[in-house]
């Protein structure tokens, strides 16, 4: 059981906005950096987010992250049907002394 | 462009230890943070432990008293092991490198079945 706590789906139309939410707490979101992550089935993960909101080169600008408190949220404009994935949020657990997942969502696009 | 290229045994009976080997390419192994992830079906992303430099461990909590992650300089590759595997341990298992707070490259994934 993840100590990161995402919705398990959201859906929107096609060219429309979703957001992803991740809560979590004082040892892991709050202090250390929030990631996300984009998992297509039979694929490895891809890095969408990292430091919170920065982008890595080749990630569109459809994507962003931020952070507030103990929570973090992905935002996905523009939606595409290529946009139809797993996501999941990561960060360090100072607690833990570990790497932690989200629950992961699953984005539809209607 | 670093490359991840993993491998190992896909079929394995209760009790026996999992090996997986990740092999790294087109960057620099040295100074870097190594990471074991997987998914069982149905489920998500777990966090199994990493290596950085200097061979320094970290274990998942949950996983700890039966994993070994281990490198090899020389050969610029590094392994886990998942000692007394149950059908739990049924999952995709991924190699990663850690930089510096998420994981940036990705190895394909290797499909791992406990069965007796």
């Known amino acids: 059981q993840s100590v990161l706590t995402q919705p398990p789906s959201v859906s929107a139309a096609s060219g429309q906005m979703v957001t992803i939410s991740c809560s979590g707490s004082?040892?892991?979101?709050?202090?250390?950096?929030v990631s996300w992550y984009q998992h297509l089935p039979g694929t490895a993960p891809k890095v969408l987010i990292y430091?919170?909101?920065k982008r890595p080169s080749g990630i569109p600008d459809r994507f962003s992250g931020s952070r507030s408190g103990t929570s973090a949220t992905l935002g996905i404009t523009g939606l595409q049907t290529g946009d139809e994935a797993d996501y999941y949020c990561g960060t360090w657990d100072s607690s833990l002394s570990a790497y932690v997942f989200g629950t992961g969502t699953k984005v539809t696009v209607l | 462009q670093v490359q991840l290229q993993q491998w190992g045994a896909g079929l394995l009976k209760p009790s026996e230890t999992l090996s997986l080997t990740c092999a790294v390419s087109g960057g620099s192994f040295s100074g870097q943070s190594w990471n074991w992830i997987r998914q069982p079906p149905g489920k998500g992303l777990e966090w199994i432990g990493e290596i950085n430099h200097g061979g320094s461990t970290k274990y998942n909590p949950s996983l700890k008293s039966r994993v070994t992650i281990s490198e090899d300089t020389s050969k610029d590759e590094f392994s886990l092991k998942l000692s007394s595997v149950t059908a739990a341990d049924t999952a995709v298992y991924y190699c990663a490198r850690d930089a510096s707070s998420y994981m940036d490259v990705w190895g394909k994934g290797t499909t791992v079945t406990v069965s007796s």
């Open positions: 004082s040892s892991n979101i709050e202090n250390n950096h």
């Open positions: 430091d919170n909101n």
